[in-house]
């Protein structure tokens, strides 16, 4: 793989990296005290906390595909479809620097094939 492309792809999931790192630093503020006749507030309280965790799981996702890439380029495997073998189309990697498959595998992965 050409090194330029593997500089970028490195550069870009490092930034990701320290992104999502600071993402899930960042706490989930849990439910204030409820008082008598406050079930909206309670319940706005409770879908925000239910929102940040959905949000954090999603990040802690990404983190790991994230680090899977990096631990790729690494090994020299960058830029090879996980379940094909074949290359993946740069474009593919340059807008998503973490894809593991490439475009027809991502397709039969995401049916559950």
Do not use: H
Request: proline share 2%; hydrophobic share 40%; net charge negative.
């Amino acid at each position: 793989m050409d090194s330029s492309i593997l500089d970028t792809a490195r550069s870009t999931l490092e930034g990701e990296r320290a992104r999502l790192r600071a993402e899930l630093d960042e706490g989930i503020e849990s439910p204030g005290q409820m008082t008598y006749g406050s079930q909206a507030a309670a319940a706005s309280q409770v879908f925000a906390q239910q929102r940040d965790l959905a949000l954090r799981e999603k990040a802690e996702k990404e983190l790991a595909l994230v680090e899977a890439a990096l631990e790729r380029i690494e090994a020299g495997t960058f830029g090879r479809c996980l379940r094909c073998g074949r290359d993946i189309a740069a474009g593919r990697l340059e807008a998503l620097p973490w894809a593991a498959y490439d475009i027809d595998c991502q397709r039969l992965v995401n049916e559950g094939r």
